[in-house]
């Protein structure tokens, strides 16, 4: 079955250090993947999303993954973390043939001044 | 403004005492879908719809019952709440069938439930 795993439930960083958020999936079949972020009290907000156009993909806020297809792996990143990127981060697959898409448990980002 | 809208937002009841969680999208989307969202656990699937008066089972179904008579409508139904269906829960939308894989869902701002 398919599977999404986020390493790590809380990342902590300090303001202006890199943030790195990590995915992997499971999947015999090529997959369409998403970055959802949750700020408190409020619902998921599409951040990026992968449609195999590009490796690299470009997101809202600074933020950017890179699918590598040989470690099945579609990490977040962003260069300097802003006090305001403090949030919940979801991964998730989706397939064609499917009618649902598989969210990850969640990495909570925290922010240190 | 384009967006799903739950009511209530927050809602305390007793067990057995059946409740409703609306959900309605202004984007004349086909495809509508329920989740809950637990620590830990990440979003699970309720139940979801593809078009008016098609729904179906996702991961988490029991306890639960929806309808969709209206396109723009996917009501939550509790028939008798019990304490282990304590979550907040999503309700979300995205345009249609084809190609669903790469399509990205609208959330709701969730409904935090708490059962008594």
């Known amino acids: 079955a398919q599977s999404v795993t986020q390493l790590g439930s809380h990342v902590s960083v300090s303001e202006g250090a890199l943030v790195l958020l990590r995915c992997n999936y499971s999947s015999s079949v090529p997959p369409y993947l998403f970055w959802y972020v949750q700020y408190p009290n409020q619902g998921l907000q599409l951040l990026l999303k992968?449609?195999?156009?590009?490796?690299l993909v470009k997101g809202i806020n600074g933020f950017e993954a890179e699918f590598k297809k040989s470690e099945t792996s579609f990490h977040l990143t962003k260069p300097s973390a802003h006090m305001s990127d403090a949030a919940e981060y979801f991964c998730?697959?989706?397939?064609?043939?499917?009618?649902?898409?598989?969210f990850g448990s969640g990495t909570r980002l925290s922010i240190r001044p | 403004e384009a967006q799903v809208t739950q009511n209530p937002r927050y809602l305390i009841t007793v067990t057995g005492k059946k409740l409703t969680v609306t959900c309605s999208q202004n984007?004349?989307?086909?495809?509508m879908s329920w989740y809950r969202q637990d620590p830990g656990l990440g979003l699970r699937q309720i139940y979801y719809?593809?078009?008016?008066?098609?729904?179906d089972k996702g991961d988490v179904p029991e306890g639960y019952k929806v309808s969709r008579k209206e396109k723009r409508n996917f009501p939550l139904i509790l028939e008798s709440p019990s304490p282990n269906q304590t979550s907040l829960y999503f309700c979300?939308?995205?345009?249609?069938?084809?190609?669903?894989?790469?399509?990205?869902?609208?959330f709701g701002d969730g409904t935090r439930l708490s059962i008594l």
């Open positions: 979300a939308s995205s345009p249609g069938q084809a190609n669903f894989g790469d399509q990205p869902q609208h």
């Open positions: 998730a697959v989706g397939y064609s043939s499917a009618s649902k898409i598989i």
């Open positions: 719809s593809m078009n008016v008066e098609v729904t």
């Open positions: 992968y449609t195999s156009a590009a490796t």
């Open positions: 984007m004349n989307h086909e495809y």
